[in-house]
């Protein structure tokens, strides 16, 4: 399945440069169709950003991720079952003024909705606002009306009290990687109907578990580790992928990286910029939440600091902790931008220790990681996918081409892949 860098053959039919989600799905169909594929990534491990490592006792992914069971595409490449997916309780804990309130959603709870009616965040109307808005995202109509940023949408639906400003903002610039609500409304209105649909939750083996499985079904040494491609273009007689440890003919290449990347390997149209994330692991002697607010991920309703969310991992994710230790549980803590500075983490610490009411400064930091390239922006008005094909056999996959989520990654792989399969068979130099 996977070779080092002295493996890397002097030729392909087709190279995919990359092996992130993306590449790995593209890989796959590529390899379903009959042809050779050989995907060519700078990293050690497969996964791009979707990946996972063992700190100590404790496994942390790089980045606050999630799989969303609902969405398509996560259902027709991956198998679930293997996966064995540790799911979020649907619904949401605020803290505010030191009292941390939680609400879930009625349907997958029935239960809760007495206590979802009294929510003491935001009054009636502005909740009545704000269910008729989650229960319209996504349809026909919010498709077929005139996009704009997802923070005018909420003015529009007359959201515009404390439930705005100290539930739903925080939990969408988490999702979005931004606070000033300036992504497609659109596109947020389709995450929202994801979010309906299904309960995210945490692979057993970490989010690394999903490349691990696409690189799995892909035949023995078709993806080269450890070797950097710094162009792709034309050759004399063919395509070649120029890497650090030499060049590489091929039919036709796809480039399956981050936008930014991707710019610097091949002549590409203007390719939309991305959002940083940064997210930090703490060890705990104990769980900071009671039993009834393991599995939810918990806000700060007072905006006290730079963290967007947090949650207990470990309630939720068990088999993130890998071996017994007396620290038997893992928080997790995501801020927008790159900075995981020692400023930075000191108000984290802080403000984790007024989300849990707790004393944190004995807590011990496992890891933490900045993400530059996290999200690509999706801003309004958002069109849909946009196109795979550079022409003359370059392709290019990733996030960028479809949206900003795990569902847009998988599924740019495969448009990449059906576009070149496409062309190959008429006759064209997959141009």
């Not at 590449?23 to 995907?39: E, T, W």
């Not at 949401?92 to 003024?97: L, M, N, P, Q, T």
């Not at 929510?119 to 996009?147: H, M, N, Q």
């Amino acid at each position: 399945m996977i070779s080092s860098a002295a493996a890397l053959p002097s030729s392909a039919e087709v190279v995919v440069v990359g092996a992130g989600v993306a590449g790995l799905a593209c890989a796959r169909h590529l390899d379903a169709a009959g042809l050779g594929v050989v995907v060519v990534e700078a990293a050690r491990t497969v996964g791009g950003r979707v990946r996972s490592e063992v700190v100590g006792n404790f496994r942390v992914d790089r980045g606050f991720q999630l799989l969303n069971p609902a969405y398509p595409e996560v259902r027709r490449v991956l198998d679930l079952e293997a996966l064995r997916l540790q799911t979020f309780d649907a619904g949401v804990a605020v803290a505010r003024d030191g009292v941390v309130s939680t609400v879930r959603d009625p349907r997958r709870h029935p239960l809760s909705l007495v206590k979802a009616l009294r929510f003491p965040i935001g009054d009636t109307a502005e909740k009545v606002a704000a269910v008729r808005w989650a229960l319209g995202a996504g349809s026909a109509r919010s498709l077929r009306a005139e996009d704009g940023p997802w923070g005018e949408a909420l003015d529009d639906a007359e959201i515009d009290g404390e439930l705005r400003e100290q539930v739903i903002e925080p939990f969408l610039a988490g999702v979005l990687g931004e606070a000033d609500g300036s992504t497609s409304r659109r596109f947020v209105d389709l995450l929202l109907k994801s979010f309906l649909r299904g309960t995210p939750g945490l692979p057993a083996r970490g989010m690394q578990a999903v490349p691990d499985q696409l690189a799995k079904g892909l035949p023995r040494g078709s993806i080269v580790t450890g070797v950097e491609v710094r162009h792709a273009g034309h050759g004399p007689r063919s395509l070649v992928v120029e890497t650090t440890e030499g060049g590489l003919t091929a039919d036709a290449i796809v480039v399956a990286t981050d936008a930014a990347a991707a710019a610097h390997i091949v002549h590409a149209p203007e390719l939309p910029p991305a959002r940083g994330l940064s997210t930090f692991w703490y060890a705990t002697l104990n769980s900071p939440v009671p039993h009834e607010r393991a599995k939810l991920l918990h806000l700060d309703g007072d905006r006290s600091g730079p963290v967007v969310n947090t949650a207990v991992v470990s309630e939720v994710a068990p088999s993130y902790v890998v071996t017994d230790s007396e620290r038997r549980s893992l928080v997790s803590a995501q801020t927008l931008g790159a900075d995981t500075s020692a400023a930075t983490e000191a108000a984290v610490r802080a403000q984790l220790g007024r989300i849990y009411s707790e004393d944190t400064s004995a807590w011990s930091l496992v890891a933490a990681h900045e993400i530059p390239e996290a999200l690509p922006v999706v801003p309004a008005p958002f069109t849909g996918p946009k196109p795979v094909s550079l022409g003359e056999g370059i392709y290019l996959a990733g996030d960028h081409r479809e949206n900003a989520s795990l569902q847009g990654a998988l599924v740019s792989g495969r448009r990449a892949a059906d576009a070149l399969v496409a062309d190959l068979r008429q006759g064209r130099r997959a141009g």
